[in-house]
């Protein structure tokens, strides 16, 4: 089905091939005063809460260019809403390149969306910069798609850290497991299996939703029939939360370990409106961010800075505790460090390469001690974090620093 999104658009690549190169010395989506780049948000749809992931980076960009830009160039970011539909991601970021003519595609979001564009971009040489998902293969596979760069925390690593915790602090777990019928919930399940090792027959019954499924309801009910005492919730924040309220209607409590992906703080309070605290007290999950609504960053500099970017450039409506937008300023933050090692006179091919010979230790939006390194041969930006306990309303991290590969 992933060849439907893409085969057309391959049919012209040559040929856009030639455009995107640069004829003669221009490059797309470069004057002397501006730099243009874009990407695919779910802005609205079943995803929408994702939308802060694409705002929080424009309001980073807002500042930077209020500071003077990049080399006396303006960053002018284009968000395209694609509704978290992969065909529409398809179609919206050929948009980007053929009509917007942008430099390169960044921060768009969802593992299969970027499946889907992936093959067209390269084919055409378009960066496809810091991609919104852990899918491990935008790291994983640079050889054959040398135009493509991850970002977060891989999603297989992190399934292999909780498998870990439980075999080491539960050795007797029965596991029940919710998780996405695609790449995302795949890596993460497969993840869980290779941390548990010879445990992974503990592993007692597994239900899969369809991203555009209404609920995971019935999900809940069969893996709460298989009385296992341990819930993986590999899932987005609508469907964590639809979770965590059906187990609460249901019954059901058992301990919960919720994938960094629908863990942010104001999506685990609905979580709580949805069920209760007891439901939710105790839930486990991995944090790689500084978390604004966390008393412990109130004087960090990093989260100071956030807190003032957010209240000169924020949309009304904008949650200002809202992590999401905490990723989104630290990924734009890394492309603006990108951009500078690119040259005075970026092109696409010096994006790349900038973008896979990063050290970057002061990234204010990380947590202490995470550092975004790439090489030629590790395109995985950032591959540490911390184990975090959902604790009285809010998350506590505990254990040490480790890497998550």
Partial sequence: MRAVYWAGALLCALALAAAASGAGTSTPGVSPTEIVIGGTIPLTGVASSFRSVGLGASYYFKYVNAHGGVNHRKIRYIIKDDQYDPALTMDKTRELVEQDHVFAIFNSLGTEHNLATRPYLNAVGVPQLFVGSGGRTFGADYKQYKWTIGYQPNYLAEGTIYGREVAKTTPKASIAVLYQNDDYGNDLLAGLKHGLGKRAKQIVSKQSYNADDPEVRSQIARLKSSK????????????????????????????????????????????????????????ISIVFLKDPSDPRWAKDPGIKLYRAIMKRYKDKGTNVNDVYNVYGMSVAHTFVQALKKAGKSPTRASIMNAATHLTIKNDPFLLPGVVVRTTPNDHFPLDQARLERWHNGHWASFGGLFRVR
Avoid: C, D
Wanted: charged content about 10%; hydrophobic content about 50%.
């Fill in 228 to 283: 296992a005492n341990t819930l993986m919730i590999f899932a987005t924040p609508q469907f964590a939360i639809q979770a965590y309220r059906f187990a609460y209607q249901l019954g059901w409590k058992p301990k919960v370990y919720v994938n960094v992906v629908a863990s942010a703080s104001n999506v685990m309070n609905l979580a709580v409106l949805a069920s209760s605290k007891k439901e939710v007290e105790g839930s």
